[in-house]
């Protein structure tokens, strides 16, 4: 309980730092919308004299589209990585290796304490503009219960994915100056392959197969298939949510290796 005890308060002083910035975050969701208004505008146009493409109505994109928005604030790992990098730069990361707290457990506390406070703040414009988006937002029904429930654990481990891959290019600082050039290759490649651009199953077959494969199919697009209905199949479901556990382990153990190698290259100078 005690162990339990100090990432508890890690997490409540986390909710109260990023509420200090509670108005930045609502204004950023809220310029969001303006994304969304192009993407309704863009995929309007291609359904423009079509009933479906790849199998798919307009109701149906859009819905993955604006849940993905939502997702965006409450999953990705904002400044996560920039973060543990300047805390090892400066020498700040000094202090863990003297107290009994896990690095990892801490900053992960202070991510789900920033997820928890964007993310909720990113629904307030959503729940404002709901009555224009509705009418254009189509959910499946009570017989794609199964797949809801698969989609709450998917949720649980694409978080952790976004995380562990941040908390991995962080600890990169140990062996080099600058982590950003990996940070933007890394945040490109999400963005095709996690199905922020295009849905995945709108993309070639081939490429579907791939991603299918990668962790970036699981940091977004997993969860939000599954939720509205771009996945139906309970077996691919199931297996797709068996690869997505695997490379969350992968990638926490990733993480422990580069965190101990990382160690022996610090030098503690600073903080």
């Known amino acids: 309980m ?3 005890a100090k990432y508890r ?3 409540l002083t986390g909710i109260q730092t990023n509420l200090v910035y509670r108005w930045n975050f ?3 969701a809220g310029f969001s919308l303006l994304h969304l208004v192009y993407v309704f505008i863009l995929w309007g146009a291609a359904y423009a004299g079509k009933t479906e493409i790849g199998g798919f109505p307009l ?19 904002a400044n996560d990585d920039y973060e543990i990098s300047e805390e090892i730069r400066n020498g700040l990361i000094n202090q863990f290796l003297t107290k009994p707290i896990n690095y990892l457990g801490y900053r992960l506390s202070l991510y789900f304490s920033a997820r928890l406070v964007t993310g909720g703040l990113s629904l307030l414009p959503v729940l404002v503009a709901l009555p224009l988006l509705g009418p254009h937002l189509a959910l499946p029904g009570a017989d794609h219960l199964p797949l809801y429930l698969i989609a709450i654990p998917a949720l649980i481990l694409s978080a ?5 891959i941040a908390y991995c290019f962080g600890l990169l600082t140990f062996w080099f100056l600058e982590i950003q050039s990996f940070v933007i290759l890394s945040l490109a490649i999400e963005a095709v392959l996690g199905g922020q651009i295009f849905p995945l199953d709108l993309m070639p077959g081939w490429f579907y197969e791939i991603s299918r494969w990668l962790p970036y199919y699981y940091q977004m697009y997993f969860p939000a298939a599954l939720l509205t209905g771009r996945i139906t199949d309970l077996g691919l479901a199931l ?7 695997g490379w969350t382990v992968l990638l926490l153990a990733i993480a422990t290796a580069l965190w101990r190698r990382g160690l022996r290259r610090h030098t503690a100078v600073g903080g």
């Open 2 to 4: 005690s162990v339990l």
């Open 160 to 164: 952790l994915i976004q995380f562990t």
């Open 239 to 245: 297996q797709g949510l068996a690869i997505h556990l």
């Open 9 to 11: 308060q890690v997490f």
């Open 59 to 77: 109701s149906a994109t859009l819905t993955y589209f604006t849940l993905l928005l939502v997702l965006q604030y409450f999953l990705s790992a």
């Open 26 to 28: 609502a204004i950023r």
